[in-house]
């Protein structure tokens, strides 16, 4: 499942919440990984 292919492009950087909790690492705007 891609979370942010429901997500419009101008979407901001999203907070651990959007993403079930989870820590998100961003590279250049893209998720480049998820941390615990």
Do not use: F, Q
């Not at 891609?2 to 909790?21: I, N, Q, Y």
Request: aromatic letters at 2%; glycine letters at 12%; proline letters at 11%.
């Amino acid at each position: 499942m891609d979370a942010l292919a429901e997500l419009p492009p101008e979407t901001p950087v999203l907070s651990p919440r959007d993403l079930g909790g989870h820590n998100v690492l961003w590279n250049n705007g893209r998720v480049s990984g998820i941390l615990d």
